[in-house]
């Protein structure tokens, strides 16, 4: 391929579950080699669901999860400071959950595994159970 064919190659699009979010933000040297290049990769969009807010509020507020700052104010600075885009919800990733086969009962994996398939990214978890989904998927 020469580099005329690169240009016009898609960038690559990823999801980050919450444990990859945060060790990319925290602890890069955690995630497997694979998953830190294309996180660090400038050409990779690296997406981040409404979801990982989620957990990470109700973790924090639940005393699991010590940050350095409130959620509402860490998330969205780490995410900016490292260029990730915020992926709402939507109503089409809530109804898409319904079509998921049961293997994972984790409320947060599952609307992260539909928003995977109905946005065509790839998902980056270490998740053994999530990594069964007809998915495509990055070990994080």
């Given at each position: 391929?020469?580099?005329?064919?690169?240009?016009?190659?898609?960038?690559?699009?990823?999801?980050?579950?919450?444990?990859?979010?945060?060790?990319?933000?925290?602890?890069?040297?955690?995630?497997?080699?694979?998953?830190?290049?294309?996180?660090?990769?400038p050409d990779t969009e690296v997406?981040?669901?409404?979801?990982?807010a989620w957990e990470i509020a109700?973790?924090?507020?639940?005393?699991?999860?010590?940050?350095?700052?409130?959620?509402?104010?860490?998330?969205?600075?780490?995410?900016?400071?490292?260029?990730?885009i915020d992926l709402p919800i939507?109503?089409?990733?809530?109804?898409?959950?319904?079509?998921?086969?049961?293997?994972?009962?984790?409320?947060?994996?599952?609307?992260?595994?539909?928003?995977?398939?109905?946005?065509?990214?790839?998902?980056?978890?270490?998740?053994?159970?999530?990594?069964?989904?007809?998915?495509?998927?990055?070990?994080?």
């Amino acid at each position: 391929m020469n580099s005329d064919d690169d240009q016009l190659a898609a960038p690559r699009r990823i999801l980050l579950d919450t444990n990859a979010f945060l060790w990319a933000v925290q602890e890069p040297d955690k995630l497997e080699d694979t998953a830190r290049e294309a996180i660090e990769d400038p050409d990779t969009e690296v997406y981040i669901s409404s979801a990982v807010a989620w957990e990470i509020a109700i973790k924090h507020g639940k005393g699991n999860l010590p940050l350095p700052l409130a959620p509402l104010m860490y998330v969205p600075s780490r995410m900016k400071a490292l260029g990730f885009i915020d992926l709402p919800i939507t109503q089409e990733h809530a109804l898409a959950v319904s079509l998921l086969p049961a293997i994972h009962a984790d409320p947060f994996d599952r609307i992260m595994i539909a928003q995977t398939q109905v946005e065509g990214l790839a998902f980056v978890t270490r998740d053994a159970r999530v990594l069964t989904y007809p998915i495509n998927t990055i070990r994080a």
